[in-house]
Structures are given as C-alpha cells and as structure tokens.
T-cell receptor, first 114, second 111 residues
Framework: EAAVTQSPRNKVTVTGGNVTLSCRQTNSHNYMYWYRQDTGHGLRLIHYSYGAGNLQIGDVPDGYKATRTTQEDFFLLLELASPSQTSLYFC?????????????FGEGSKLTVL | QQKVQQSPESLIVPEGGMASLNCTFS?????YFWWYRQHSGEGPKALMSIFSNGDKKEGRFTAHLNKASLYVSLHIKDSQPSDSALYFCAVSSTNTGKLTFGDGTVLTVKP
C-alpha cells in the first residue's frame, strides 16, 4: 500500500508564528495534495501539485504557501499563522498515470494556533 | 467550482441493517466518483469507486451513479460495528487531478 508520511503530527504555535508541515510519499506518485479537515466542512483542498516545481491552487489557499521540492516531498507553509488555521491537515498522493482520484492519505498533522 | 453535498449528516443503523448514504455534485463534466471512509484518528482511505452510470457491487457495498441527475449513493448491506466511521463522497473532474470532497456522513452501527 502507498505510504505517505507527515510531520509533525502535532504542532502548537502562537498567532503570527511560522509553521511548516512536511509530507513525503515513497510511491512515485505524480500528484500530491494538502487538505484541511474541520468539523462541518469536510476536507477542503488548499494546494496541490502534479510534479516537482509545480503548484496548483486549491479551493481555500488564502494564508498558505506550498512548495514541491522533489517528487517525494511537498511542504505546506503558514508564514503568519492565525487561530482560523487551527485544523487537522492531511497530505495525500495519487496518480502514476491517469489520475482517477484514488488518493492515499497520511495520518494527519494537528495544528493549534493560540 | 465543483460543489459536492452529502446527506444525511449522520446516520444510526442497527447491526445487520442497511445504511444508505447520498451525494450530489454540480459539475456535469465530472468523471470519477469515489467513496472514502475515515475511522477515528486515522486518515481517509478509498473505499470504492464508480465511473459509469448504474450500480457497482463490492462485497457488502454497492455504489450507484446517475450522472444525468448529478447523483451518487453508497449502500452498505449487513452493517457491522466496524463500519462505524465518517464517509466522504469525492468527485474528480476530467484530467484536472483535483478531487473535491463532500462534508461527510457519520455512520454509527449499533450492536
């Protein structure tokens, strides 16, 4: 099964702080995604990428930057964290060919902004 | 922008009963339809897909798709306590690589 590893698993920061969430996949997938999960809002797409150096804007990108440094690594950056960004963040990967939508998710990173 | 809506928000069924989850989507160009399941404390996992109109059965799970009605559903037969989880409908538009999720249905199966 596809392996997606996120770090850190838990992070607490203060308003205005900088946070970097890391994600690594080891399955040679082309696509990688960052979602946030909030009660009542399901999973909302922040940014995604279809290869190293590529970045696509998702549905809720404000306040987030992302960078895909290699095929394996995708980072989510919060440069001025706000309490509204307190959430559970999931990274996922998919697609060795036609992307039919089967995503493999990591275990999640819980972020608390005080 | 694709909108995916699920109903009901929560559902309680007795062990051995039938659970029915509903999903509507807005983009008529949608091509790939998935159901994901998330147990507490874990990441979501793909449960099953359906790409053509009609029914698709995998064990106790049956997905139904009607593209003209912008509707997809999931039916779980002989529900087990281990089926208790958050279920997401997810829809992908053609070739964009972008998967949009609904808000989810919380299923509880009572022993």
């Amino acid at each position: 099964e596809a392996a997606v590893t996120q770090s850190p698993r838990n992070k607490v920061t203060v308003t205005g702080g900088n946070v970097t969430l890391s994600c690594r996949q080891t399955n040679s997938h082309n696509y990688m995604y960052w979602y946030r999960q909030d009660t009542g809002h399901g999973l909302r797409l922040i940014h995604y990428s279809y290869g190293a150096g590529n970045l696509q804007i998702g549905d809720v990108p404000d306040g987030y930057k992302a960078t895909r440094t290699t095929q394996e690594d995708f980072f989510l950056l919060l440069e001025l964290a706000s309490p509204s960004q307190t959430s559970l963040y999931f990274c996922a990967s998919s697609g060795t060919g036609t992307n039919t939508g089967q995503l493999y998710f990591g275990e999640g990173s819980k972020l608390t902004v005080l | 922008q694709q909108k995916v809506q699920q109903s009901p928000e929560s559902l309680i069924v007795p062990e051995g009963g039938m659970a029915s989850l509903n999903c509507t989507f807005s983009d008529r160009n949608s091509q790939y339809f998935w159901w994901y399941r998330q147990h507490s404390g874990e990441g979501p996992k793909a449960l099953m897909s359906i790409f053509s109109n009609g029914d698709k059965k995998e064990g106790r799970f049956t997905a139904h798709l009607n593209k003209a009605s912008l509707y997809v559903s999931l039916h779980i037969k002989d529900s087990q306590p281990s089926d208790s989880a958050l279920y997401f409908c997810a829809v992908s538009s053609t070739n964009t690589g972008k998967l949009t999720f609904g808000d989810g249905t919380v299923l509880t199966v009572k022993p």
